[in-house]
């Protein structure tokens, strides 16, 4: 009779459903709050006097974190909570295969997605009216929110949950093509969130742009055109020939992320 804690079957059954665990734990964290806090450093350092004199009000008010960077990543961490439950489809946006805009009536019709919580967030960002701690949280979920949507895979298919669903190996250990974008990639090239703030830091040029809620929706049809790019590889095993395929256009959108952020926070808090 075989031992049930040694019967290779059942170890190896439990070994995939660990590893599959920690995937879902792990790629739940776009860009990783590494990655988020990094985003955020850089766009903080970017702003005028004024506006850093009201964010740092604004996070004095936060009920959780003290600083920007951790109010970045903290939208992560909360939603797992039950009364955060809500914020879960806010992360992402699906489109259909071959759709290459986004069309707010039929990509989310209940306004419960990525580009229409930006624009919710930033609404209660900008009104004066509401206790201070609730526009504190909209801060957090603004920075972070906009930091996701430069992530291309935060803008893809529906069928395979933005290649969450899409298997594949990184240089050998088990992941998914999702992961890959939000955190490996950058991992290989900076393994800390110092050295990923000193990249983009170097990276950063100030935009020159007058925003509008009409620039999300844009934003959204970028991000989706670079799934084109190459995104999915042809195989599943990943590793040196796909992380210097696509390092420079991962380094671009977290860069991306950190110089919209700054303009968007450098109009709404002036």
Known sequence: MCDHNTDPARLLAMSILFVSGLLLTLQAHAFGPDGHRAICEVAQAHLTTRAKARL???????????TFADACAWPDMIRDREEYAYTLPLHYVNLPRGATR?????DCPQNACLPEAIKSFLKKLEDATLPANERAIALAFVGHLIGDLQQPLHAGYADDKGANDFAVTWF????NLHWVWDTLLLKHRAADRAALEKRIAARYKPLGLHFTPALIDQWVDGSRALISD???????ALG????????????????LGAERLAAVLNQVLN
């Open 230 to 236: 190459g995104i999915y590889p042809p195989g599943h």
């Open 102 to 106: 986004y069309d707010q009536a039929r």
């Open 240 to 255: 040196e020939p796909y992380y210097r395929a696509h390092i420079d256009m991962a380094m671009q959108r977290v860069t």
């Open 56 to 66: 740092a009000e604004l996070i004095r008010a936060h009920p959780e974190v003290d």
């Open 172 to 175: 050998g250990e088990p992941a």
